[in-house]
């Protein structure tokens, strides 16, 4: 006998219409790869009733990705903007990678451009990353008010771009916004002064060198940042004015890479009550000074809770390092994530509580997740012995995560991560090769 199945009188098509916007709607929410596997769109094909409800939806079409040259022509595009109806619009628009000499030309970018003037007050969110002609953007949108913009992200890292140009391009989708969220990759330009009320998180990212003055700069002019995300910082120009503190009370996470000075120097002149996280990777010389003790007066100057640290710096001593965790200012530390260089045993030999035992100083108690990127260089039962010595009985907290490599030789040291994980701590170990 042959069985068939009615779809009009299946129980799923019994529901109401508001009962398939809840699920439609939470889909969508949950899953953020949506857009870019385009998932709603069958949807719209599983039945009239259904297509009906998902393309009255704004929330399923009002992220709007653009590939190019990909995405030609720009019918799809176009419809996803229409059916946004007046709803706040994510747009991401990306030169094709693999095609970097890519620049569109007639009528597609003009379309492009067209839909973007026609909905400029909708855009909430940003992100172009472009290496084609920015000046055909310029001459498009120089009349356009973003007034719904909060989230702005430039990736303009281009040769071919003069300065004069990213910035303009920069500053003008800043127009008439309240955003709160910039990124710049491949260039750096002042943010809109109007701003200062609004941008809490702000990331810049080379190729350019920022000198520290700069920084300090918009530390003065932006005082809501609540985050601060830059690279390749260079000493700034020496100035006989006085040194004045720049105070950022809500600065709670600065991250600092690729930098040629030294973070107590980035430092010095700042004052942040709120920061908890700091994310530190510099590239200095071996013989470069590392101001140990203007990074702690920093510390003591914020009177700040510093409870998670990220550091990176290949070529600092194994002395110099020990003196960092020493510092009086990072004792309050929950999280250490090293970077560089290879822990040696003098390093090590910091975090021990034992008494007589050489350069034992029990550093950092509070201390619940130590992650050591690079691979140790100390011998078998070392780490065991370190840090069995750290008991809760001695006013140590147990560590919660544990990251570390170590040789497959080291019996005694892979045995102790073993209790480690029995006893409930999440340990992750890296596989490296023997050297």
């Not at 799809?76 to 991401?92: C, D, E, G, P």
């Not at 771009?161 to 309240?178: K, M, V």
């Not at 990251?403 to 040291?413: L, Q, T």
């Amino acid at each position: 006998m042959e069985l068939g199945c009615n779809p009009q009188v299946a129980p799923v098509f019994r529901l109401p219409a508001e009962t398939f916007r809840h699920i439609f709607g939470y889909f969508a929410a949950i899953d953020k790869d949506i857009w870019e596997r385009c998932i709603q769109v069958p949807l719209t094909q599983v039945c009239r009733f259904w297509r009906t409800i998902a393309l009255d939806m704004p929330i399923l079409w009002n992220y709007i990705l653009v590939r190019l040259p990909r995405d030609e022509p720009l019918d799809r595009v176009a419809a996803y903007f229409a059916r946004s109806q007046s709803s706040k619009i994510t747009l991401n628009i990306f030169d094709d990678w693999e095609q970097a000499t890519f620049t569109p030309q007639g009528p597609i970018l003009q379309q492009l451009l067209r839909l973007i003037r026609n909905y400029h007050s909708q855009l909430e969110c940003v992100t172009l990353v472009l290496h084609g002609d920015i000046q055909e953007f310029i001459r498009a949108l120089s009349h356009c008010q973003f007034t719904s913009m909060t989230s702005l992200s430039l990736d303009l890292n281009c040769p071919r771009y003069s300065r004069f140009a990213t910035d303009e391009l920069a500053l003008l989708f800043q127009r008439g916004s309240n955003i709160s969220q910039l990124s710049y990759k491949g260039l750096f330009v002042k943010p809109s002064p109007h701003l200062a009320a609004t941008l809490t998180h702000l990331q810049v990212i080379g190729p350019q060198k920022l000198p520290t003055e700069l920084i300090y700069d918009v530390l003065r002019q932006y005082p809501e940042l609540i985050s601060l995300d830059v690279d390749r910082i260079v000493p700034g120009v020496p100035t006989a004015l006085p040194a004045t503190v720049v105070t950022v009370p809500k600065l709670e996470k600065l991250k600092a890479t690729w930098n040629q000075v030294d973070p107590g120097l980035l430092l010095s002149r700042l004052e942040a009550p709120s920061l908890h996280t700091l994310d530190i990777r510099q590239s200095l010389k071996s013989s470069a000074e590392r101001h140990h003790t203007l990074l702690d007066d920093f510390l003591t100057r914020s009177r700040c809770n510093l409870r998670s640290l990220i550091f990176g710096d290949a070529l600092i001593s194994s002395e110099g390092l020990a003196h960092y965790l020493r510092l009086p200012g990072l004792q309050s530390l929950t999280s250490l994530r090293l970077l560089r260089p290879t822990p040696s045993e003098e390093v090590l030999r910091c975090f021990s509580s034992r008494p007589g035992d050489v350069g034992s100083d029990g550093v950092l108690p509070h201390l619940e997740s130590l992650h050591l990127a690079q691979k140790c260089a100390f011998p078998d039962g070392a780490f065991r012995d370190i840090f069995a010595s750290r008991s809760a009985h001695s006013g140590y907290s147990a560590l919660r995560y544990l990251g570390v490599d170590i040789p497959e030789s080291h019996a005694a040291d892979i045995a102790y991560l073993e209790s480690l994980t029995a006893a409930g701590t999440s340990v992750q170990r890296f596989y490296s090769s023997e050297r």
